[in-house]
């Protein structure tokens, strides 16, 4: 097991109480505390903090500043280097997934991607997520975030990548696909010039200060990617693959050349690329040499059905008062939730599906139900030992595992701070916080139905749960 720096300081609160009440000393109730959590010896918990230390050095080297010190621009206490004009600070972006299918390759990380980061890790640290799960959910939070994600997936869906993974939409690699795709930037930190976000001027190859950070980490992290397609997103990253590439570094067939930078000031040569028809599927053109067989594709789909994935599943009002009127009866237990969509959209078994009203123009998160089986009406009444007739009009049964229910909380609104940035899945628009009308309230069919929450969003639903 990975344990977390967040973890062990309650385990040293708990050794300390231990050692006051039982009369122990606090070195033998710290050895009682590790073998309680499945550790042989105390040392050997901290030999497990340590080797996570060793994978993420520049986390552990800010884990104070993140934690508890100011990670807001200018982020002049994340400096890892500055020359002249010039200054690389910290931001999230350590993680790489090696299983990754794709890679998408960008410049540097702008200031907003390295809020939306470092926001995110000090949340998962906050909650008691291990390091490497905190990274990856900063970094799946945070990557090409913004307006620069729709023309990333306006690209990709055109050149093809869905149908080359066997995907919906190009969008689900920011959601339920986030296992096939890696993202990074020649630039794995961002990178400031002039305390503005760096653009790619002067050539990163040619100035000696930036060029380190390529050869330390963006080539160390391609090593890392054995079986991947790479694709550079403008002219910089170009540059350095190309670069790679000649240096013997990247097989050229692993590199789909020629897709613009997704940002908005480069909206002119994105357009002219999504009409032109010869950039139209180009996947299927080239790039057999990574392409994987049927055996890989059927392993992909099976991997991809045995991810969690999380929901949020909006009650009707009335439904929310007769659940709050069980209270009164003693039943505050969510033993179920009643619909008609949750095979169709692909929920299942393991999958957390949060339980969400809207009053008044207000959010309120009712709950949450692990789900153990969908079943129909009588299965349903079965398990639950009530008779059909006393449950909620619905076709289908979403049931937790009897014993572990969730509470229900008719009153916990989300506070706005939480709502404004929540990730939900809408169809073609992708992800994006639920809507407001012009009164500032919450508009009830942007939470409609069963929506899909970005991956790592649970863990603030969660927390308010707690």
Not at 290 to 314: C, F, G, H, P
Not at 446 to 460: D, S, V
């Amino acid at each position: 097991m990975t344990f977390t720096q967040t973890a062990l300081k309650k385990l040293k609160k708990k050794a300390k109480t231990l050692a006051r009440s039982s009369g122990i000393s606090h070195a033998q109730a710290l050895e009682a505390e590790a073998r309680a959590l499945g550790f042989r010896t105390y040392r050997a918990l901290l030999d497990d903090i340590n080797s996570v230390k060793s994978l993420f050095p520049m986390l552990e080297r800010y884990r104070s500043i993140i934690s508890t010190g100011d990670i807001s621009a200018p982020y002049t206490d994340l400096t890892i280097a500055e020359d002249g004009p010039f200054r690389v600070f910290y931001a999230p972006f350590d993680y790489v997934n090696p299983d990754a299918r794709v890679v998408l390759i960008g410049i540097t990380p702008g200031q907003y991607q390295a809020d939306q980061a470092l926001s995110a890790l000090r949340t998962g640290l906050e909650n008691g997520l291990a390091d490497v799960d905190a990274l990856r959910h900063a970094k799946s939070t945070a990557s090409f975030s913004g307006p620069m994600r729709n023309n990333l997936c306006a690209m990709l869906d055109h050149i093809g990548l869905p149908a080359w993974l066997s995907i919906e939409d190009s969008r689900s690699l920011f959601a339920q696909h986030a296992n096939l795709v890696h993202t990074t930037s020649v630039l794995r930190y961002p990178v400031l010039r002039d305390e503005a976000n760096y653009s790619g001027t002067p050539d990163p190859l040619k100035k000696p200060f930036l060029k380190q950070f390529i050869d330390e980490y963006f080539v160390t992290d391609l090593q890392k990617l054995s079986s991947a397609l790479f694709i550079p997103l403008g002219k910089v990253p170009t540059n350095v693959m190309n670069h790679l590439v000649e240096q013997g570094a990247v097989p050229p067939d692993r590199v789909l050349f020629c897709i613009p930078h997704p940002s908005g000031a480069n909206n002119g040569r994105i357009q002219a690329f999504l009409r032109n028809p010869e950039t139209q599927n180009l996947i299927s053109q080239s790039n057999q040499s990574v392409k994987t067989d049927t055996t890989d594709n059927k392993q992909q789909k099976e991997n991809q059905a045995s991810m969690i994935r999380n929901w949020t599943y909006l009650w009707k009002n009335d439904m929310w008062e007769r659940k709050t009127q069980d209270i009164q009866f003693g039943n505050r237990a969510l033993r179920y939730a009643a619909g008609d969509q949750f095979h169709k959209r692909g929920v299942k078994s393991g999958d957390n599906v949060f339980i969400v009203t809207v009053k008044k123009g207000v959010a309120y998160l009712g709950g949450v139900i692990q789900v153990k089986s969908i079943t129909d009406r009588e299965a349903a009444a079965n398990t639950l030992g009530v008779s059909s007739a006393e449950l909620w009009g619905a076709s289908e049964f979403i049931l937790p595992d009897s014993g572990n229910e969730d509470i229900f909380r008719p009153n916990l609104a989300l506070p706005d701070s939480l709502i404004e940035n929540l990730q939900l899945m809408h169809g073609k628009e992708g992800m994006r916080p639920p809507k407001r009308d012009a009164q500032g309230r919450i508009d009830r069919q942007t939470l409609r139905g069963i929506r899909e929450l970005a991956p790592g969003e649970e863990i603030k639903l969660q927390g308010l749960l707690k």
